[in-house]
T-cell receptor
């Protein structure tokens, strides 16, 4: 398994501001994934972050809106920029480990007002 | 391309009754299949996974799932529901490389006392 810590766990943000979510993993991993889960919805992959290269974004997500950093093999950040109420979601960090299995952090609950 | 279909967005069972959550997949290659559980206000936790070994997979909390290739199904079952099983359940499929994961839309399980 994997121990994945996310900060903040919850936040209420003003529209137009930006928030950076941190994800710390208990050991080195090659690939880290960022997902969004909108209220009552399933998970949508935002991007895949590999250390030492630019993140790969899924259709509908752009770097200007969701910049990602991956400075080392145990840490990543996701920034939600210029937030609007539509960005109110759970943001989940995850890693792939041990037999093609992904493990999730506890999520960051963002509410934009 | 791979996809996952969960039949029934909401399932209600009485405490002590059988739990059956349905998942069908489509995949052009032998898939890896997963069930995750999301308890209220928490992240996703791995329940069990199928990775081409035994077709009947046992997971945590008394859950199990059976891979049926002929039916392209991976239904989740538990013989006797407990109140603590109330949660959102997600079925997922990945390619053998573990680079792409596809989640179902989720099934909300309610357990009636």
């Amino acid at each position: 398994s994997a121990v994945i810590s996310q900060k903040p766990s919850r936040d209420i943000c003003q529209r137009g501001t930006s928030l950076t979510i941190q994800c710390q993993v208990d050991s080195q991993v090659t690939m880290m994934f960022w997902y969004r889960q909108q209220p009552g919805q399933s998970l949508t992959l935002i991007a895949t972050a590999n250390q030492g290269s630019e993140a790969t974004y899924e259709s509908g997500f752009v770097i200007d809106k969701f910049p990602i950093s991956r400075p080392n093999l145990t840490f990543s950040t996701l920034t939600v920029s210029n937030m609007s109420p539509e960005d109110s979601s759970i943001y989940l960090c995850s890693v792939a480990r041990g037999g093609n299995t992904i493990y999730f952090g506890e999520g960051s609950w963002l509410t934009v007002v | 391309a791979q996809s996952v279909t969960q039949l029934g967005s909401h399932v209600s069972v009485s405490e002590g009754a059988l739990v059956l959550l349905r998942c069908n997949y489509s995949s052009s290659v032998p898939p890896y299949l997963f069930w995750y559980v999301q308890y209220p206000n928490q992240g996703l936790q791995l329940l069990l996974k199928y990775t081409s070994a035994a077709t009947l997979v046992k997971g945590i909390n008394g859950f199990e799932a059976e891979f049926k290739k002929s039916e392209t199904s991976f239904h989740l079952t538990k013989p006797s529901a407990h109140m603590s099983d109330a949660a959102e359940y997600f079925c997922a499929v990945s390619d053998p490389g573990g680079n792409q994961f596809y989640f179902g839309t989720g099934t909300s399980l309610t357990v009636i006392p």
